[in-house]
């Protein structure tokens, strides 16, 4: 799900609804710096703490506050305030804009109906924006069929650690060579990586599109056809990414 550019409304809109600023100059992440912050942290809270630990706490007008917040538990609770509003916002965002990239549902299908293959979903989103997305894009009944469902709250330890990876793969029973991990960023890129699970990459639209097969991905599907939908545009199909009689999957689109 082309979700990043979502997540980026929804921090901004609640950066203005607390009137955050940073030294008299609103806090606003353009597209192009999310970019880079999308690639570089995973989960919400840990890009804003590392924002603003690089750029320095903010202030909120809306919290009539006149100093930043100057202990952790300060910054913790404006971190918190701000993912809880956020969230929200991203809620109402997610219900009028979000779609599956081209041939995620089709694959997602295909690979449901095929018994001896297990399907899970493992997002660094917090469980409330996750559960939103997936209900609106994935829907109930897919989701009843999936062998693993977590979401960023499920684990201690946010990508790019291997650890929610790690966990699904214990949840199914299957070795790391035997899975596959379908990713969208440097981040899940390199929580694939250390789990050891071979992984392809639908890039998001994006200004800053690092070398994804440099960094260990097994293949970069185009941005615009992604996984490829059905006709000629049709990229990765089950058969080709698990051949009959193969001892490990295929990455030859």
């Known amino acids: ?71 952790e538990d300060e910054q913790n609770a404006l971190v918190d305030a701000l993912q809880d509003k956020k969230t929200e916002f991203y ?11 081209p041939g995620v549902l ?26 939103k997305v997936v ?11 999936l062998d693993v469902l977590m979401a960023g709250d499920d684990v201690t330890r946010k990508k790019p650690d291997p650890l929610i990876y790690n966990l699904a793969r ?27 699970m071979p992984c392809i990459i639908t890039p998001c639209p994006s200004s800053d599109v690092p070398d994804f097969l440099a960094e260990g991905a097994r293949a970069v599907m185009d941005d615009r056809k992604s996984l490829g939908e059905e006709g000629d545009d049709v990229v990765v199909t089950l058969e080709k990414l698990f051949p009959a009689n193969a001892q490990e999957p295929s990455f030859e689109f």
């Open 1 to 71: 799900v082309e979700t990043e550019e979502l997540h980026r409304l929804a921090y901004n809109a609640s950066f203005d609804h607390f009137g955050l600023s940073i030294d008299g100059t609103p806090v606003v992440w353009s597209v192009e710096y999310y970019d880079i912050l999308a690639n570089t942290v995973g989960g919400g809270k840990p890009k804003m703490k590392f924002h603003f630990g690089k750029n320095g706490w903010p202030v909120s007008a809306t919290l009539g506050t006149t100093a930043p917040p100057a202990t």
């Open 91 to 101: 809620k109402e965002i997610v219900a009028s804009q979000a779609e599956a990239r």
């Open 106 to 131: 089709r694959l997602m299908d295909a690979a449901i109906a095929d018994p001896s293959i297990a399907v899970g979903i493992c997002s660094a989103a917090t469980k409330a924006g996750f559960e």
């Open 135 to 145: 209900d609106a894009i994935v829907g109930q009944e897919r989701l009843a069929k």
């Open 170 to 196: 214990e949840k199914v029973g299957l070795p790391a060579d035997k899975c596959v991990v379908i990713e969208d960023s440097l981040v899940g890129l390199r929580a694939a990586n250390g789990a050891e």
